[in-house]
């Protein structure tokens, strides 16, 4: 997958937009991210010379925040619900299956870009534990052999 | 301002803290976190003090002192909240060392900390003896961790030129990060991640090169901990003492504070802690003079060679050389790294000496490279450094060289003299502020290297000039109206070099000390072409039918500083017998070392061995991978292990010997024994190999220093604690390093029970030829490579053996002293070494 090329001048839009400071740099990775889908080097680099802050202390605040992305988001997007209900059910042995079906730890993205696998702590549907949403779309009451077919069915 | 602390009235500053005060009147109050030269931080909470009227326990390095306070700094409530603290701090530090019962008596076997790659304890740690955490933990009778610890298994990052670090010894004190922020005002480094994941480091993983740092080492120098070093000088310990003067790199003049051992700069610092050296004072000053191919030797040329020769032979030839071309003929052509004195004698000697008139200074050209212009009609020079083009070196008669490093022009000189310089001459030099700055003899020349000036005297003698100036300094310094020098120890400013390693100077003498001083490589400076990086491109391993002799079937770090290494040698692997141990040289040049096989495959022709990183040779085969090929590897060597129905064995087994019980129990237990297996390690995070283990004994009991797996304590605490129950133990087998096998010895002194040790003291040969393995049993010299690796452990001279191994200690660090990356350090990139490379 082409890793985007970040748009400077988007970039100097929004960092005019905050005040230089640890929460203004927090809404500007907030949109850039919005606009990306994540923070890739090149647009920290940008937004560490555009604030005169330094790229490692913006990486540090973004670090700090289990919201923000460093890679490039897979094609399908698979969140295992890990909350209470889900949990007791078996939700982490769902988990742990995924990483070994794609072969990438959780938060993480396949190398193809197609799946990224990601943990969630509650996805509202409690009474369907444990529960698997990919792109948005429930698979209810998932059992590790399930998974190979609900994976198949994402071709693209 | 007074306020009261432990009862003692005190006056304080204003806008002073309560830590500032105290310190300040010498009562100690622990702190980490804080550090004189930066602003308080707060994040360690060891600092922590009662104080009338407030509420729980405020922070004293946060607190300003205030008028009437009523301060306590040491109720037991304290020490137990302090303790607790940094319980929990070392939960995620290799905290073993600092629990163990037995650290004295292990301090006194092996006083000095061993090389490793991965620093697994105290006595595998370059900060053991500057160590602000040990010393808090003596200071608080620390003893017992909460819970099992963490190891991270971060990896080693050593691709930096000048800096190692491991921050698997983290505490997050954010000293480092405080430091570069404060000095130069932006953030190499800072806090990434958060809780248990946070880390110090750059931005998406990058190097400090990638992320511009600039190697000024202030991170290094005040970090508490063995997370950061400095490549070159992690081994040598504590300086013995600490000394001034100034850097003669440049003429910024900075003061250096320079760490002396045995008469050799071993570290250096700046004086001003808020104003850090560039990274040729910090990193280059010690190597740069301690460089191995410093010249020590006076040379005179044979034919085609120099070959070295006596001073007097030397000056003798020169001479005679020389007295044929007084005049306009000759020159002396230096640069302005030379103390005043040393070119005021130099100037006299010109003139008054040689009656020439042609006293050259060269200047730097375009490219900083001082470079000299010579007058016509000049055929005879004396130079201080590599200034002369090859065509005017080739139009030359007479060449006389004195120097501190070979360069090109040595391939012309018709006599060499070995220079002193920089920590090794007294003197005076100016600075870009024209500043006379002093310069402090400490270190010994290597050789017998002299200074300029003494040189130039000796040479004048030997023409029989009377009435030179002699190397009088003060005399020197009247004649020639050298103003009084000051040391810059308040500098106004940072060094430009510091906060741009490109603007340092990248010439000395007319030598690039990109080619001296290994870690400047890779930094980009001035003028200085910068050398092509080197991809170091990886040959991905592509498994075939074909196995090559020596080859590296598999490699893998089972425990932290712990490398398993299966080989292809199936001739080795046809004839192994328990017990027994191979020779290894990881390439052509590398040592013999010894290593005990602890599995081998006849069929496969494949053997299993525990390489533990300690050093140059080791380290060589821990950065082997998979595919690579050994230079050689010979064995099976030594006697193998006597086996026999012998009844209860209890094997005992610690560090590389873990692996190589497991030879051992199979034979034995083949042969009918009761085996009882017991391996201790640091922590839990030490132990491999388990399940096989508890698959090949009858009985597996794991054992720990800190308490986190099996019984706490020494495997031997196991085997006597046994042994009170009224155990029947036939036979016990210790392998493990030579303190835990001598402690083994000494605890079973006593009793009436045969112990064997197995001993790998340095070899060369392996085969009973060289002598080197010598070991003293019952008074009789054995030799190890072949009598043993087995003998009884209370025959054993634990001393003797003690100081042979620590005999090449010194020229074991010398080995590793390198200042550029380690290669290869990297390699885990892409298998979850997180640095978001591939
Ligand atoms: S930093 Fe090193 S010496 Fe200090 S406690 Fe940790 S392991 Fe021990
Ligand atoms: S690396 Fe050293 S100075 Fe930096 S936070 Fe860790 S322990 Fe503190
Ligand atoms: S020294 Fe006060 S909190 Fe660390
Ligand atoms: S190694 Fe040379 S005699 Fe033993």
């Not at chain 2, 922020?181 to 750059?202: L, M, N, P």
Request: aromatic share 6%.
């Amino acid at each position: 997958m082409a890793i985007v090329k970040s748009d400077v001048s988007f970039i100097e839009n929004v960092v005019a937009k905050y005040p230089t400071t640890k929460g203004g740099i927090v809404a500007i990775l907030q949109e850039i991210q919005e606009r990306e889908g994540y923070l890739s080097p090149d647009a920290l680099d940008e937004t560490a010379r555009l604030t005169g802050i330094s790229v490692n202390e913006i990486y540090g605040v973004a670090t700090f925040y289990s919201f923000y992305k460093f890679n490039p988001p897979g094609r399908h997007v698979i969140q295992v619900c890990l909350g209470t209900a889900c949990h007791v059910r078996g939700g982490s042995k769902i988990l742990k299956e995924l990483e070994r079906l794609l072969k990438i730890k959780v938060g993480e993205v396949t190398p193809d870009g197609k799946f990224e696998l990601n943990r969630i702590a509650c996805l509202g549907c409690c009474a369907l534990e444990p529960v698997v949403a990919i792109d948005g779309k429930f698979y209810p009451r998932v059992t590790a052999r399930k998974l190979p077919a609900i994976l198949a069915e994402y071709q693209d | 301002m007074e306020l009261t602390i432990n009862g003692q009235r005190v006056s304080a500053e204003a806008n002073e803290t309560v830590l500032k005060c105290a310190l300040r009147h010498d009562i100690h109050i622990p702190h980490l976190c804080t550090h004189p030269s930066l602003p308080p931080f707060g994040a360690c909470r060891m600092c922590m003090v009662e104080i009338e009227g407030m509420r729980g326990y405020p922070t004293a390095c946060t607190t300003p002192a205030a008028e009437g306070m009523v301060v306590r700094t040491e109720t037991e409530a304290l020490r137990e909240l302090r303790r607790n603290i940094l319980g929990l701090m070392m939960l995620e530090h290799p905290s073993a060392c600092l629990l163990c019962d037995r650290r004295e008596q292990c301090e006194e076997f092996r006083p000095s900390s061993e090389k490793v790659g991965r620093t697994t304890g105290c006595h595998t740690c370059n900060n053991k003896e500057v160590c602000d955490v040990r010393k808090l933990s003596e200071d608080l009778g620390f003893c017992q961790l909460p819970v099992p610890p963490l190891y991270h298994f971060r990896p080693l990052e050593r691709s930096d030129p000048f800096i190692d670090r491991d921050l698997n010894l983290c505490i997050l004190c954010g000293r480092c990060v405080r430091v570069c922020k404060h000095q130069h005002d932006t953030s190499i480094i800072d806090f990434v991640g958060r809780s248990s994941i946070s880390r110090i480091g750059e931005a998406f993983g990058r190097t400090l090169l990638e992320a511009d740092c600039r190697f000024c080492g202030s991170c290094v120098d005040v970090c508490p901990t063995g997370s950061l070093a400095d490549r070159y000088a992690k081994w040598f310990g504590k300086p013995d003492s600490w000394a001034e003067t100034t850097c003669m790199f440049c003429e910024e003049g900075c003061a250096l504070h320079v760490g002396l051992e045995d008469g050799k700069a071993v570290a250096v610092r700046a004086v001003d802690e808020d104003k850090p050296l560039c990274v040729l004072g910090r990193f280059a000053t010690a190597p740069f003079m301690n460089g191995t191919e410093r010249l020590r030797a006076p040379q005179i040329r044979v034919g085609d060679v120099l070959r070295e020769v006596s001073w007097e032979e030397a000056l003798t030839r020169a001479s005679e050389k020389l007295s044929a071309c007084k005049g306009g003929a000759f020159a002396v052509v230096c640069d302005t790294s030379l103390t005043l004195e040393d070119r005021y004698v130099l100037k006299k000697f010109t003139t008054d000496v040689m009656a020439s008139p042609n006293f050259i200074i060269s200047v730097p050209d375009g490219n900083g490279r001082a470079k000299a212009s010579l007058p016509d009609g000049v055929t005879a020079v004396l130079t201080t450094g590599d200034f002369l083009t090859e065509t005017q070196r080739d139009a030359l008669d007479v060449l006389v060289v004195q120097d501190c490093y070979p360069s090109a022009i040595l391939e012309k000189a018709d006599i060499v003299f070995p220079a002193a310089l920089f920590t090794e001459t007294e003197g005076t030099v100016l600075d870009c502020r024209n500043t006379a700055r002093p310069l402090h003899r400490l270190t010994t020349p290597p050789g017998q290297a002299r200074t300029d000036g003494e040189i130039i005297t000796a040479l004048a003698a030997a023409l029989n000039t009377s009435g030179f100036p002699g190397n009088d300094r003060a005399t020197l310094a009247e004649a020639a109206g050298i103003p009084e020098a000051t040391l810059y120890s308040k500098r106004e400013s940072v060094p430009a070099a510091a906060s741009n390693p490109a603007k340092r100077s990248a010439w000395f003498r007319g030598h690039n000390l990109a080619l001296l001083v290994g870690g400047l490589k890779s930094l980009p400076a001035d003028g200085e072409p910068v050398a092509a990086e080197e991809e170091a491109s990886l040959p991905t391993f592509v498994p075939t039918d074909k196995r090559i002799p020596f080859q590296v079937l598999s490699k893998q770090e089972i425990s932290p500083n712990n490398h398993e290494i299966i080989f292809y040698a199936p001739a080795v692997a046809k004839k192994a017998k328990a017990g027994q141990f191979v020779i290894i040289m990881a390439d052509a040049t590398s040592e013999r070392v010894p290593y005990t096989l602890c599995d081998w495959d006849a069929n496969e022709g494949t053997i299993t061995l525990i390489v533990q990183e300690k050093g140059q040779s080791s380290r060589k085969l821990a950065l082997m991978r998979t595919g690579d090929t050994a230079a050689h590897i010979v064995g099976p060597l030594g006697t193998p292990l006597e086996i026999d129905n012998y009844g209860t064995v209890v094997l005992l087994g610690g560090c590389y010997g873990i692996g190589a019980h497991i030879a051992n129990a199979k034979a034995l237990k083949a042969a009918g024994n009761h085996v009882i297996l017991i391996v201790e390690a640091r922590s839990h995070y030490l132990h491999y190999y388990q399940e096989e283990l508890a698959s090949v004994a009858d009985e597996f009991i794991a054992s720990t220093i800190d308490g986190s797996n099996g019984v706490k304590g020494h495997s031997i605490d196991v085997l006597l604690r046994r042994l009170k129950t009224g155990a029947k133990v036939d036979r016990v087998i210790a392998v493990g390093c030579p303190f835990m096998m001598k402690t083994v010895a000494a605890e079973t002194a006593e009793m009436n029970m045969p112990v064997l040790a197995a001993l790998n003291p340095i070899m060369l040969d392996g085969t009973g030829m060289c002598g080197a393995c010598r070991v003293t049993i019952d008074g009789k010299t054995k030799f190890a490579c072949v009598d043993g690796p087995f003998f009884d452990a209370h025959l054993i001279d634990w001393e003797e053996l003690k100081d042979r191994r620590n005999a090449y200690s010194e020229a074991e660090i010398g080995s590793l002293l390198r200042t550029e990356p380690v290669e290869h350090a990297h390699h885990a990139h892409g298998h979850g070494c997180g640095c978001g490379k591939s």
